[in-house]
Every structure is written in structure tokens, then in C-alpha cells.
């Protein structure tokens, strides 16, 4: 991402954050590109996602259908949240008995920090409603989204998420498909999760048919 970065922004040594929304609306530094440059600009940093091989980088994302029968938006968040960890452990424990004895750490951007952490005690003290999340070792940490690549890489994985679900533009999230989480070749894919009582055939729900 640095050097992408020197692309576009040559002679700026100090971290540009990639914010997708802000690099779509040309906001901040990116005021002064482009929309086509832009448009490059993403598909250099989605090209870098798409590129990066097992173990490197491994997607995790739920979507929720919101409506009138979900309870609050801190619910809505809760659920999500709980599905994305579990997701994440489970791809911690297949790994667990494969061989590897790794453990995972979650890091999130700051922004409602106190209901993340409020969620990840209740997990840890009664389970998600998917089971125990044992492979996650400690609490959330918490990092501000300018400040690291980490976050930056994961809002980008986020808006080509929402992209397509919300708006069904798939141009974003045709590069990041194959990078979640699945057992096998053929098998579901663990690391996408589509919650809707609707008639769905996106790939997350066609994969578990």
C-alpha cells in the first residue's frame, strides 16, 4: 500500500489513509485526482488484495438484511459481530488441528469501542450463539483507521462488500471473492455470511445450498 501510495502520491513520505469513501468522492488528498485516476487507484489497491496468497490474506464478512423485525441497530451490530468472530474462529480451529497451534487477536477501528468491547465480554463469558470463540486470545484492541494499513486494508474488503450487496455493483468485490475463508475448493464458504430470509442467489448463499 506504501508503494502504491508513492504512485499516485510521489514525494509525500507521511502515511495517506486509503478511506474507499473518500477515495470514491474525491475528498481530502483525493480531491486532486481524478476520477479515472481514482477509478485506478482502486483497482491498483483491489489488484494488491487479489494478488496476495494463502496465508496472507483471508477475508471474513457477514451481511444482515435490516428490517422492520430487527430489534435495534445495536442488536443488528451485535449479531454481526458475533457472526464474524465465530467465522474467524472457526477458521482458527480448523487450522488448530491441521497442525499449526496458532491463536487470532481482533483488531477494530475505534469508532464504538465501548459496544465492541461490552459484546466481546458477554462472548467470552457465555459464547456466541454459535459456540465458545476459544481460539481468540484476549480482548479487542483498538487502532484508529489513518493510523494503520490493517484497517485500511479491511474498510476497503467493507465497501466492496457493501458495494455489492447494497447496491449490486460487483466491481470491487469480483477481485476479493476468492479470498474468503472456505473449506476446500468446493466447499461452503466459511468466510461469507449473508443473513436474509429472503429468496437469495448471491454466492454466499448459493454455496451453502
Known amino acids: 500500500m506504501n508503494a502504491i501510495q508513492q ?3 510521489p514525494g509525500i513520505r507521511v502515511q495517506i489513509p486509503f478511506h474507499a469513501n473518500e477515495i470514491r468522492a474525491g475528498r481530502g488528498k483525493f480531491g486532486n485526482l481524478g476520477r479515472s485516476t481514482r477509478e485506478n487507484l482502486f483497482e491498483d489497491l483491489f489488484n494488491m488484495i487479489k494478488n496476495s ?15 422492520k423485525a430487527t430489534s435495534s441497530p445495536t442488536e443488528d451490530l451485535s449479531t454481526v459481530f458475533s457472526d464474524v468472530a465465530s467465522r474467524f474462529n472457526l477458521f482458527l480451529t480448523r487450522g488448530y488441528r491441521r497442525g499449526p497451534k496458532n491463536k487470532g487477536m481482533i483488531i ?9 468491547m ?10 456466541t450463539q454459535y459456540g465458545d470463540i476459544r481460539n481468540i486470545v484476549d480482548i479487542p484492541y483498538f487502532a484508529s483507521g489513518k493510523d494503520t494499513r490493517m484497517i485500511q ?13 447494497e447496491h449490486g455493483d460487483s466491481a470491487y468485490f469480483n477481485y476479493i471473492e476468492k479470498k474468503f475463508d472456505r473449506r476446500g475448493g468446493r466447499g461452503p464458504i466459511d468466510g461469507l455470511k449473508h443473513m436474509t430470509k429472503e429468496d437469495c442467489k448471491c454466492i454466499a448463499c448459493t454455496s451453502r445450498l
Open 108 to 116: 477494530i477501528d475505534h469508532s464504538n469501542e465501548d459496544k465492541y
Open 118 to 127: 461490552e459484546f466481546f465480554q458477554g462472548y467470552r463469558d457465555n459464547g
Open 7 to 9: 504512485k499516485y502520491f
Open 153 to 165: 486494508l479491511a474498510d476497503l474488503c467493507a465497501y466492496a462488500v457493501f458495494r455489492q450487496y
Open 53 to 67: 496468497v494463502f496465508p496472507k490474506t483471508i477475508a471474513f464478512s457477514t451481511i444482515l438484511n435490516i428490517t
